[in-house]
């Protein structure tokens, strides 16, 4: 047993030397406290590399399911184009047209500053309106525009009789002209049933190729608008927002008529609520705001000004516009953010997933149309399952931007194009066996280079203590 343990002796490969026989030195003193100071830093850097967080990011055929939606979010302010007629229509390149989209669209109205005078809107779907059938050999050379009044008489009429129904027509509207001959017997029926000496409700019309400061002043837009004046104005106040009355319904004179009946009995009523009438807020601007969802082909969201009824004098509109919000997909959590802040290949800046936000695009022209293009990127983050929170499908997109003059209906586009690359981010796994050894280099690297450098300072020394009792001998 002995003999046995003497030969595993001989299989040591850290052989012990007495202490009598080893020597210290101030100079291997010193490098054996560098040598520590080394080794910790080193460590401690390697501990921190093997604990950061390190990605892989790779790029693919973009793998999503066949028929998965697209979520655009978008927030767009328009000052001079009234929330009575904003309207979103959204196009793609499968010849997909979904027109006047309400469902997921708010509007609300603001001022020429971008500033809130009116409550929030949800438009339900809007309706043919529904006109009398025209008389035989009727042109719009045979229209007779009666009696339009002016500014001055149509003051005057407001003051005269309690309720006035405004009909503000531009005779190149078509349907103007279709209106009209409904109108003229209304009127006549109505004048002959309450006379001026009645004085609760009269029937008046404005011009607006020739009144335009009336009509600017009613933010008239589009023809013909149909307005409910009472005791001198229409102004309804609305928890502390003025908003204006208007008559929405069918055009025939049947409609037109039972509509006139419903008004007379709130005669001396400024705030009485009558079927069939619509309150708007008094105001030339509307921010839209909302989502749609939409297949991931090209495809375009236009705003434009639109609504079934009405013709629009396109020399007067402006579509000029601030963004306050345009991305896709969904808004992260400040955790999640925080976690794809570490994983994003190049960190998250301010805008990564919205190019637009606070983006201002202005024209003094009218009948100018803004077009922006933006060219959309998926990335995929894809971290371990310890992490799971940080898996997030982010969007991100480039943008270009161009005004031009349009003998069209000016709009806003937003046309995007979806890219069929893919970016992967996945989390790269460190081997902890590979931590253990480099653990190890370092210390037994550092130990030896040092021993090295001990070896050849204590070499020099003796060396030159030989030289030095070489000259004195």
């Not at 525009?145 to 003051?159: N, Q, R, T």
């Not at 802040?341 to 003094?364: C, I, R, V």
């Amino acid at each position: 047993m002995g003999r046995a343990l003497g030969r595993l002796k001989g299989v040591d490969f850290y052989r012990k030397i007495p202490t009598d026989l080893t020597e210290a030195s101030l100079s291997g003193a010193g490098l054996s406290v560098i040598a520590a100071v080394v080794m910790v830093l080193l460590l401690g850097a390697e501990l921190n590399n093997y604990l950061t967080l390190e990605t892989q990011t790779s790029m693919i055929v973009d793998r999503s399911a066949q028929g998965e939606l697209l979520r655009i979010n978008f927030n767009i302010s328009f000052p001079a184009l009234s929330c009575e007629f904003a309207t979103l229509d959204v196009s793609d390149a499968l010849g997909t047209k979904r027109l006047n989209l309400t469902r997921t669209v708010r509007k609300l109205p603001i001022n020429s500053d971008l500033e809130r005078v009116g409550h929030y809107i949800h438009d339900d779907r809007v309706q043919d309106i529904k006109y009398d059938e025209l008389p035989e050999n009727y042109t719009a050379d045979t229209i007779n525009y009666s009696s339009p009044l002016s500014k001055v008489d149509f003051e005057a009429a407001m003051k005269k009789y309690d309720i006035i129904i405004g009909n503000f027509y531009a005779p190149w509207c078509p349907w103007c002209q279709r209106l009209e001959p409904t109108w003229e017997a209304v009127r006549d029926e109505v004048h002959t049933k309450y006379p001026d000496t009645d004085g609760r409700i009269h029937m008046a019309k404005v011009d607006c190729t020739k009144e335009v400061d009336l009509c600017r002043d009613h933010h008239i837009t589009g023809f013909p608008s149909l307005r409910v004046f009472r005791k001198g104005h229409d102004e309804v106040m609305n928890h502390g927002l003025r908003e204006h009355e208007s008559y929405k319904g069918d055009r025939t004179k049947d409609s037109l008529l039972a509509f006139v009946e419903t008004l007379v009995p709130s005669a001396g009523r400024p705030h009485y609520y009558v079927r069939g009438m619509q309150r708007m807020a008094k105001s030339d601007g509307c921010a839209l705001s909302g989502f749609v969802l939409v297949k991931k082909v090209p495809g375009t969201l236009h705003f434009l000004p639109k609504s079934s009824g009405h013709s629009f004098d396109y020399h007067s509109i402006n579509m000029s516009h601030q963004v306050g919000y345009m991305y896709y997909g969904n808004k992260p959590s400040p955790r999640r953010r925080q976690a794809l802040e570490l994983y994003h290949p190049m960190g998250l800046t301010e805008d990564w997933a919205d190019k637009m936000q606070g983006a201002n695009f202005y024209s003094k022209n009218q009948r100018t149309t803004f077009e922006h293009y933006m060219q959309v990127v998926l990335t995929s983050v894809e971290p371990s399952k310890k992490n799971h929170e940080a898996s997030f499908d982010a969007y991100e997109y480039t943008v270009h931007s161009h005004l031009y003059n349009t003998d069209d209906v000016p709009t806003a586009k937003f046309s995007y194009d979806m890219s069929p690359i893919q970016i992967v981010v996945t989390e790269r796994k460190k081997a902890f066996y590979h931590f253990v050894t480099t653990t190890c280099a370092i210390i037994g690297g550092v130990f030896t280079v040092a021993g090295i450098i001990d070896g050849i300072v204590h070499g020099a020394g003796r060396l030159a203590k030989k030289v030095d009792l070489g000259k004195q001998g």
